[in-house]
């Protein structure tokens, strides 16, 4: 099992610009999260897919922020435009079930994104 | 949100000793969870304790909770200088799906 797999590990960017971050998520997982890592606000949830579909998006920050899950090996996360306090690491995580609390989380190495 | 709290913030013991990290939380759970993170790395499941439980064992890692005072332990027991990393609680969400975390433990074991 080759676990979460997240594209790119580095993303340096300018202002402004489109930034789109990709996920693997593990086969037969059926939800998936993207969460964002930052020393001041530490992991917070961005969005939650089951079964591809969008059920909780209520971390999302603003408009510039969109989520998709076409299918269920494959989830996208675009900043568009982005702007330097997008700055941080972006981890995609997968489990299986139906969102169980009592689910394990399996998380990708993540992508470190520097918008200048 | 309700989300751990883990203490102390930081932690340096040489290689050998114990290390112990706490975790708070606000409301009442079913499960607590906790995950190590490496440098550079995405977080890594350790281990769940559930509200019936007191204690769970694995390996060198022990696990308490205490749910009258919501409050968890994470003790690693003769710890070596591959355990430097950061540690999290992470709990379920008073609504919604995902888990919470809380901002970690940064352990540092030195030889």
């Known amino acids: 099992d080759a676990g979460v797999i997240q594209s790119p590990r580095h993303e340096v960017t300018e202002m402004g610009q489109e930034v789109t971050l990709r996920c693997k998520p593990i086969s037969g997982h059926n939800s998936l999260f993207w969460y964002r890592q930052t020393m001041m606000r530490g992991l917070e949830l961005l969005i939650y897919f089951n079964n591809n579909v969008p059920i909780d998006d209520s971390g999302m920050p603003e408009d510039r922020f969109s989520a998709k899950m076409p299918n269920a090996s494959f989830s996208t996360l675009k900043i568009q435009p982005s702007e330097p306090r997008d700055s941080a690491v972006y981890f995609c995580?997968?489990?299986?079930?139906?969102?169980?609390?009592?689910?394990?989380?399996?998380f990708g190495s993540g992508t470190q994104l520097s918008v200048l | 949100s309700q989300q751990g709290e883990e203490d102390p913030q930081a932690l340096s013991i040489q290689e050998g000793e114990n290390a112990t990290m706490n975790c708070s939380y606000k409301t009442s759970i079913n499960n607590l969870q906790w995950y190590r993170q490496n440098s550079g790395r995405g977080l890594v499941h350790l281990i769940l304790?559930?509200?019936?439980?007191r204690e769970k064992h694995s390996g060198r890692l022990r696990v308490t909770l205490d749910t009258s005072k919501k409050s968890s332990s994470l003790l690693i027991t003769a710890s070596r200088a591959a355990d430097t990393a950061s540690y999290f609680c992470a709990t379920p969400p008073g609504s919604g799906y995902a888990l919470n975390f809380g901002k970690g433990t940064s352990l540092l074991v030195t030889p």
């Open positions: 304790i559930r509200s019936n439980e």
């Open positions: 995580a997968s489990t299986r079930g139906s969102g169980n609390q009592n689910e394990k989380l399996f």
